[in-house]
């Protein structure tokens, strides 16, 4: 079979979908089907002037706000990127990995069939950093982009339960979307023994308010008061970065705490921490705390959506409520002070992430559903591989 993924961000960047995807491809390749990986450049802004028309709805009511206008270019440049790049190109198949990448692909390419996973909530993560309002007419307009999602392609997917259920609300068809969890290649991920004096706190995300950071920061300062020794290391970047550390610098943790910034490949510095704590306020899944697992750090996260789906409280790492400083102060404070636990808990993280968030469950189930939508060769390959 002849694929071809379909990205928003170019498959460098860090974390998520935009790291996984090329693993998938180069692990398809290697049985002998064709894959291509295709995403839309940062310098291609306002190249589009295609005209738009959504199935489901009427975006013109919406027009004039500017994350709306910009969401809509957006989409009519990924589709003149499409034309010029991809001229002449056939696919069996196409799997999308962002409502963009779907919706232009589809357009291009009407009578391909397209797959789209739904990796994140984009209109959520406004909310909660504070760019638009609950209700608003971006609002509406981001989920109503869901049902076009659905009626476009022809097969939804998405990376947790929480987060179909929370999809389902605007389909005309929730149960039939498809729930496939992120898998990772464990060779990118190699614990490393070590033995730190003082425990050593990670956390490795976007520096925006939707990730809990502030709640994280005062945690910590709460563990200060407690005299729990512990240092603090924040890799990631971000509009509110400097928010951030003038907030460390009045909770009386600046110098507990060390701002990395943009990390390319922090795997590779995970594994010598022993905590990994991440109070996001929400989470579709949470890729991290699976490559945190899989480094065997010891897992601290917030009881919301995709996290809470990976982490059995008291098994393989502590759950907290959001927007509780106390309560998450309480559970590093746990995992701080007793060293035993924190490493059966690690060991336990490890033990379900390479079970269950392997690449080759992915791979496995991709498979199967590549082959139901694809030509008779997709079939005869899975079967000389078997």
Request: aromatic share 10%; net charge negative.
């Amino acid at each position: 079979m002849n694929i071809l993924q379909a990205l928003f961000f170019p498959p460098e960047q860090p974390g998520g979908v935009s790291s996984m995807v090329p693993y998938i491809g180069e692990r398809f390749r290697k049985i002998g089907w064709e894959m291509e990986l295709f995403s839309l450049p940062k310098r291609i802004r306002n190249k589009g002037h295609d005209e738009i028309e959504f199935a489901t709805f009427d975006w013109r009511p919406y027009a004039g706000h500017a994350i709306i206008d910009k969401y809509l270019q957006t989409y009519k440049d990924y589709v003149w990127w499409v034309k010029l790049r991809l001229t002449g190109q056939q696919y069996d198949l196409i799997h999308a990995h962002h409502p963009i990448a779907a919706l232009a692909m589809k357009q291009v390419y009407p009578n391909t069939p397209v797959l789209m996973t739904v990796h994140s909530s984009y209109e959520r993560e406004l909310i909660l950093n504070g760019k638009i309002a609950e209700g608003g007419p971006e609002h509406r307009f981001l989920t109503a982009i869901y049902g076009e999602l659905e009626h476009q392609t022809s097969q939804l997917m998405t990376v947790s339960n929480s987060f179909a259920h929370y999809i389902g609300t605007y389909l005309k068809e929730p149960n039939s979307t498809i729930v496939i969890p992120n898998g990772y290649d464990e060779k990118r991920f190699k614990p490393v023994p070590h033995e730190n004096e003082v425990a050593q706190l990670v956390t490795v995300c976007r520096l925006v308010p939707a990730k809990g950071l502030d709640i994280l920061l005062q945690a910590c300062a709460e563990l200060r008061k407690r005299d729990s020794k512990f240092v603090l290391h924040i890799i990631g970047d971000g509009p509110i970065r400097k928010e951030l550390e003038e907030l460390s610098q009045r909770l009386g943790i600046y110098d507990d705490t060390i701002f990395y910034g943009y990390m390319l490949h922090p795997e590779e510095l995970m594994p010598f921490f022993d905590i990994f704590v991440l109070p996001s306020r929400a989470e579709a899944f949470g890729s991290v705390f699976a490559e945190a697992a899989l480094c065997l750090l010891a897992l601290v996260g917030t009881d919301v959506g995709g996290i809470a789906e990976q982490i059995e409280d008291g098994m393989n790492g502590l759950l907290v409520p959001s927007e509780n400083p106390v309560a998450l102060a309480n559970a590093l404070e746990t995992v701080i002070n007793d060293p035993h636990f924190r490493y059966e808990m690690a060991r336990a993280g490890w033990n379900k992430a390479k079970k269950t968030y392997s690449l080759n469950r992915v791979i496995s189930e991709l498979k199967r559903i590549y082959s139901s939508y694809g030509p008779q060769g997709g079939d005869e390959t899975e079967q000389r591989e078997t």
